[in-house]
């Protein structure tokens, strides 16, 4: 038996491996109040369910501060009045029937039409990618390839050019959820930031509602909004905008980035799996990308606000308390997946894993993230060879975040394999 208060999740050590403090709570308290913080976090597969598919009690609809920490300070506020746009509450913070306006219109955004026509495009991204670092047979794999494919993506997406890439990039960082109070002066810098994002996505907007093109982001400012009483619907405002362009800018960002960082690590340390994965087929790469989601979970937890009293796996919750459902360890559950902890890339249930949530908001770009992955792992598997950690795994070091798991770096070195071709 673990002595659950001897946990502490928050601290850096728990953040780096985190999975032995989720099993402890598995096993003795699945449903846990944190005692350093007040809120809940539940722990097991069949909890997670339940609480995420009743939205009428596990609501999504929770006050932030101005730039999305959980600090929320007066000068911060007053800033955010006088120099940026409200933010509209639109799809990750909203309930049915708002969150389902919005929801059916973003979907139209992200079919899967539009995520097969970028196929060839991603493939070219990746191939690019790697013909800036394959000569040197090093890489800093983080920052050269794993930030810049998703952002690309996305930035192209919502008609961001290169140029802008740096600040695009800041912008992200400064609108990530952190679930963890950083101080009146990072919280102002972040602020600053992302009222320069609303700023420069507000002229975005204004150019495609004067000339549409082939992209999201036209498809956004030319959607209708249904609405009672008025068939027609009507255009989103900018607060609606640029709720959904935030959202978009951090889940398409961070996310894949992690996990592109985490499954590099995951093959290095599993050299048997990655032979299977050599000799295998596109059906084993894409087992392996849902192993890397359901061992590493991205984005390992996320809260919601209870709107009554209420029980769940016997465990009494008050109204009004936050819930953090953690993906990351329903995803180690044992009763769901056998040998949780290890990577098998045979795994006939692996897309039981669910670290794109479940339910009404569930990922709207699972879709676009899963082809990230599976055209971006199966290139760097063509094209490197012999791949290795640079300077050992005391390197490796997680950016300090109770909610987004990702590494800070990861420095590699490798061979040019044979046949260091792009993908037919
Ligand atoms: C590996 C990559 C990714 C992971 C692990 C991930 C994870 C998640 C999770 C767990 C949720 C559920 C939120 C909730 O229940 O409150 C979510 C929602 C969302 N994701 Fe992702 N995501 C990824 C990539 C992306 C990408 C590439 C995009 C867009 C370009 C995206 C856009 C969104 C949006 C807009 C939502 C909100 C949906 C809603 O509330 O209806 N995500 N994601």
Request: with cysteine; charged share 25%.
């Amino acid at each position: 038996m673990t002595d659950l208060t001897s946990l502490n999740l928050m601290e850096q050590a728990t953040i780096e491996c985190p999975f032995p403090a989720y099993r402890a709570l598995r096993d003795q308290a699945p449903v846990y109040r944190i005692p350093q913080t007040g809120f809940f976090i539940v722990t097991r597969y069949d909890l997670v369910m339940e609480a995420v598919r009743n939205t009428e009690v596990f609501s999504s609809q929770i006050t932030q501060g101005a730039s999305g920490s959980m600090g929320a300070y007066p000068e911060v506020i007053e800033l955010f009045e006088k120099e940026g746009v409200p933010f509209a509450s639109t799809l990750i913070s909203a309930d049915p029937p708002v969150h389902t306006r919005y929801r059916t219109l973003v979907n139209r955004a992200f079919t899967a039409s539009r995520v097969r026509a970028m196929q060839g495009y991603i493939q070219q991204i990746v191939d690019e990618l790697i013909d800036d670092f394959i000569d040197r047979g090093e890489v800093e794999f983080v920052t050269e390839f794993a930030i810049k494919l998703p952002i690309y993506i996305i930035a192209d997406q919502l008609g961001v050019p290169r140029a802008d890439m740096q600040k695009f990039k800041d912008w992200s960082d400064a609108s990530v959820p952190i679930g963890l109070d950083i101080g009146r002066d990072a919280e102002l810098a972040r602020a600053k930031l992302v009222i320069e994002f609303q700023h420069y996505f507000l002229d975005r907007i204004e150019e495609r509602r004067r000339a549409p093109q082939d992209d999201i982001l036209s498809d956004l400012v030319t959607a209708r909004l249904e609405e009672e009483g008025n068939p027609e619907g009507r255009p989103l405002n900018g607060s609606e905008l640029l709720s959904i362009i935030q959202q978009l800018l951090v889940a398409g960002n961070e996310t894949t980035t992690n996990a592109f960082a985490a499954g590099m690590v995951l093959l290095l340390d599993n050299p048997d799996q990655l032979a299977l994965l050599k000799a295998g087929d596109d059906k084993q790469m894409r087992t392996f990308c849902e192993e890397v989601l359901r061992l590493e979970s991205p984005v390992a937890g996320l809260f919601r606000v209870t709107t009554r009293d209420t029980v769940l796996g016997g465990h009494e919750i008050p109204a009004g308390s936050l819930v953090n459902l953690r993906w990351a360890a329903a995803n180690r559950d044992d009763t769901v997946f056998a040998e949780p902890d290890s990577l098998d890339v045979c795994r006939r249930n692996a897309g039981a894993q669910i670290a794109f949530g479940v339910g009404v908001h569930f990922c709207v770009g699972a879709m676009l993230a899963r082809e990230e992955m599976f055209l971006g792992f199966r290139t760097l598997l063509r094209r490197l060879a012999n791949v290795r950690l640079a300077d050992g795994h005391e390197a490796l070091e997680h950016h300090p975040n109770f909610i987004l798991r990702g590494l800070k770096q990861l420095r590699l070195t490798f061979d040019r394999a044979e046949v260091s071709q792009a993908a037919e």
